[in-house]
């Protein structure tokens, strides 16, 4: 079975630092990745998806970017956090059906 | 372009009622696919149930039943004999095209469910 994983689970971080968020998936080959933010605890912004290694399309320009290195590895980076980052940071795998990872939540200060 | 409404925004219910969350969505696509997802106070999304725009079969899946009508564009999800467990935020979302694969849903804004005991 499929299983897609993200870390960390929470993260604090102040203004201007970089992040890094990763979203792995076991079980399947190829899937399209997905990163979705949640603020405020509803509605789902799309901020990047990929069908395949190294290709990447953004749905919302920021300051956020993300990579795909491996078939099955998903990055969400910053060099420099705004306070408007915080959120909730989903990552989904999709072959069909959307299936999502556990989330990281991420405060920044 | 797709839409999906979700005209109600927080449901409140006591234990055992039956809830309804309605769902319309809006495509010019004759193939596309409707989706149910639940978020509970733990956050992440758990898929509930997926729909191709041929199937108009109505879904039954314990307490939790589908009414899809493509007549009146609507995805609704019952929910009999509420439990407190059942208290989360639901997703309706569509995705347009043949496979729904690499295609992006649309997700609503969600109902959010509170099942008081």
């Known amino acids: 079975s499929q299983t897609i994983h993200q870390w960390p689970a929470t993260l604090v971080q102040p203004v201007g630092s970089p992040l890094s968020l990763e979203c792995t998936v076991e079980?399947?080959?190829?899937?399209?990745l997905y990163w979705y933010r949640q603020a405020a605890g509803r509605g789902l912004q799309l901020l990047f998806y990929s069908v395949g290694i190294g290709q990447i399309s953004s749905e919302v320009p920021q300051n956020l970017s993300a990579s795909r290195p491996q078939d099955r590895q998903f990055i969400l980076s910053s060099k420099k956090l705004l306070l408007s980052d915080s959120g909730f940071y989903l990552c989904a795998w999709s072959r069909g059906t959307q299936y999502f990872g556990p989330g990281t939540r991420l405060l920044v200060l | 372009a797709q839409k999906v409404t979700q005209a109600q925004t927080e449901i409140s219910v006591v234990e055992k009622e039956d809830v309804t969350l309605d769902c319309v969505y809006e495509?010019?696509?004759?193939?596309?696919?409707l989706f149910w997802y639940k978020q509970p106070p733990s956050g992440e999304l758990v898929f509930l149930i997926r729909?191709?725009?041929?199937?108009?079969q109505n879904e039954i899946s314990g307490r939790y039943s589908w009414n899809f009508q493509k007549s009146t564009s609507s995805f609704n999800f019952t929910i009999t004999a509420s439990q407190v467990v059942d208290s989360a935020v639901y997703f309706c979302a569509l995705s347009e095209g043949p496979s729904g694969g690499s295609y992006i849903p649309t997700f609503g804004r969600g109902t959010s469910l509170i099942v008081h005991p």
């Open positions: 079980g399947t080959s190829n899937p399209n």
């Open positions: 495509t010019r696509d004759t193939t596309y696919y």
């Open positions: 729909r191709n725009s041929f199937d108009e």
